[in-house]
């Protein structure tokens, strides 16, 4: 009756259920996972946000493909501030990141062709690659101070069917940006091995240092599809919508687009109130992305000073985004630090085999969370790694 691409194992895991359990308890929980924009106090302008919903448009039906021009126009402003001169033809609406993922697996892939992703990295390519047909093949990211491409590896791992390497600028949850030795790797691995490259920058605004950052939508020597969205970029997970950005040699990206274009014409993914009202949705960064950006500061500011006089944990270094991940003592594993952390203190983590780290030492937290949760809840933690070791 079902596709073999729905057999997933579908039991929750210890760490759900225990989760499930205490809050059928009524436990407090202080959850260090919590990433959804709209649960962590944030002040959204929420009067022009509604009002750009009314926007008298969306009462008539004129559909686009790509999405209408006012709208990708918005987009194309976005990125003229990132320095990447767009054209609005170059832009592609969807729903969400996920959906645009979907469209460009469709694009590039046969049944069976496979995609080259990262590990660590986040855990829903495997759902997306298997529910597209596709495989999707891991190369590692190793930390030596940094998080850096294994090129070796990479390599070794492209085969005759592989279509595309897929990079996440910055990686959730490692929060490293592509160096730029890496990103000219990955540009010539393209070229000379006829891959497009994907790249995912929902979280390319969140820089915590003053490196220089530079967006993959202006690179035009290969074809590059660079993916963003409104739910990171604004703070708008609920809005759905996000976009894909096609550049390359202009007459692979011509045909990337047209055929693109077919695949959007048959979904016409986004309604007309939400794109409508994208110009307004976008410039609401303008509010968010402060409040976030200094949200993500504070956190890791008082993470620092707390774990400044603790020897037990370490934290890997971040670029940018909304995640840190810290190395624990190696008594537990990361699943049973994960458990013991909530049994015993009430503190949600992620563990690292969520996300495929290769050692079982590291746990995932989020750095957005208020205050009030964020603080007690590493009080709590160091409490528990110094009872643990
Ligand atoms: C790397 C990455 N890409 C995409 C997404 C999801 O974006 P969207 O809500 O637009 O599907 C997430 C969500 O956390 C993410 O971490």
Same mark, same amino acid.
């Given at each position: 009756?079902?596709?073999?691409?729905?057999?997933?194992?579908?039991?929750?895991?210890?760490?759900?259920?225990?989760?499930?359990?205490?809050?059928?308890?009524?436990?407090?929980?202080?959850?260090?996972?919590?990433?959804?924009?709209?649960?962590?106090?944030?002040?959204?302008?929420?009067?022009?946000?509604?009002? !750009?919903?009314?926007?008298?448009?969306?009462?008539?039906?004129?559909?686009?493909?790509?999405?209408?021009?006012?709208?990708?126009?918005?987009?194309?402003?976005?990125?003229?501030?990132?320095?990447?001169?767009?054209?609005?033809?170059?832009?592609?609406?969807?729903?969400?990141?996920?959906?645009?993922?979907?469209?460009?697996?469709?694009? +590039?892939?046969?049944?069976?062709?496979?995609?080259?992703?990262?590990?660590?990295?986040?855990?829903?390519?495997?759902?997306?690659?298997?529910?597209?047909?596709?495989?999707?093949?891991?190369?590692?990211?190793?930390?030596?101070? %940094?998080?850096?491409?294994?090129?070796?590896?990479?390599?070794?791992?492209?085969?005759?069917?592989?279509?595309? =390497?897929?990079?996440?600028?910055?990686?959730?949850?490692?929060?490293?940006?592509?160096? /730029?030795?890496?990103?000219?790797?990955?540009?010539?691995?393209?070229? !000379?091995?006829?891959?497009? +490259?994907?790249?995912?920058? @929902?979280?390319?605004?969140?820089?915590?240092?003053?490196?220089?950052?530079?967006?993959?939508?202006?690179?035009?020597?290969?074809?590059?599809?660079?993916?963003?969205? +409104?739910?990171?970029?604004?703070?708008?997970?609920?809005?759905?919508?996000?976009?894909?950005?096609?550049?390359?040699?202009?007459?692979?990206?011509?045909?990337?687009?047209?055929?693109?274009?077919?695949?959007?014409?048959?979904?016409?993914?986004?309604?007309?109130?939400?794109?409508?009202?994208?110009?307004?949705?976008? /410039?609401?960064?303008?509010?968010?992305?402060?409040?976030?950006?200094?949200?993500?500061?504070?956190?890791?500011?008082?993470? %620092?000073?707390?774990?400044?006089?603790?020897?037990?944990?370490?934290?890997?270094?971040?670029?940018?985004?909304?995640? @840190?991940?810290?190395?624990?003592?190696?008594?537990?594993? %990361?699943?049973?630090? /994960?458990?013991?952390?909530?049994?015993?203190?009430?503190?949600?983590?992620?563990?690292?085999?969520?996300?495929? *780290? /290769?050692?079982?030492?590291? =746990?995932?937290?989020?750095?957005?969370?208020?205050?009030? @949760? *964020?603080?007690? !809840?590493?009080?709590?933690?160091?409490?528990?790694?110094?009872?643990?070791?």
């Amino acid at each position: 009756m079902f596709s073999e691409r729905t057999n997933w194992l579908r039991e929750a895991n210890e760490l759900t259920l225990l989760l499930e359990e205490q809050r059928r308890a009524g436990a407090r929980i202080l959850d260090l996972t919590e990433s959804n924009p709209t649960r962590c106090g944030f002040n959204y302008p929420s009067e022009r946000m509604l009002g !750009a919903l009314r926007h008298p448009e969306a009462l008539s039906y004129a559909p686009d493909p790509r999405g209408p021009i006012s709208a990708r126009q918005s987009v194309v402003d976005y990125y003229a501030e990132r320095g990447a001169a767009l054209h609005p033809d170059q832009i592609f609406l969807t729903s969400s990141t996920s959906e645009a993922y979907s469209f460009i697996f469709r694009l +590039l892939g046969n049944p069976q062709d496979s995609i080259l992703a990262p590990t660590p990295s986040y855990p829903l390519f495997d759902f997306l690659a298997r529910l597209n047909d596709l495989n999707l093949i891991r190369y590692p990211l190793v930390y030596d101070g %940094d998080w850096r491409i294994e090129r070796e590896v990479l390599e070794t791992r492209i085969e005759s069917r592989s279509q595309a =390497i897929l990079i996440v600028h910055p990686n959730n949850p490692t929060g490293s940006f592509t160096s /730029a030795d890496d990103r000219e790797f990955v540009l010539e691995r393209c070229r !000379a091995r006829h891959l497009a +490259l994907i790249v995912d920058e @929902v979280f390319f605004d969140y820089s915590l240092t003053t490196e220089p950052r530079s967006t993959f939508a202006k690179e035009s020597r290969e074809l590059v599809f660079t993916l963003s969205g +409104l739910s990171k970029i604004s703070g708008l997970p609920q809005m759905k919508c996000a976009w894909i950005v096609v550049s390359g040699p202009s007459e692979l990206a011509g045909d990337a687009q047209s055929r693109l274009e077919l695949i959007a014409d048959t979904y016409l993914p986004v309604s007309a109130p939400i794109y409508m009202a994208l110009p307004d949705l976008l /410039a609401a960064r303008r509010i968010l992305q402060p409040q976030i950006l200094g949200r993500l500061r504070t956190n890791l500011d008082f993470l %620092d000073r707390r774990l400044a006089g603790s020897s037990l944990i370490t934290r890997y270094r971040v670029g940018g985004g909304w995640y @840190v991940i810290l190395r624990l003592p190696p008594v537990l594993s %990361d699943e049973e630090w /994960a458990l013991s952390l909530l049994r015993d203190s009430g503190v949600f983590v992620h563990p690292g085999y969520f996300y495929d *780290f /290769a050692c079982e030492e590291n =746990i995932v937290i989020s750095l957005l969370p208020p205050p009030e @949760v *964020f603080e007690p !809840a590493i009080e709590r933690l160091l409490a528990c790694v110094e009872k643990g070791r």
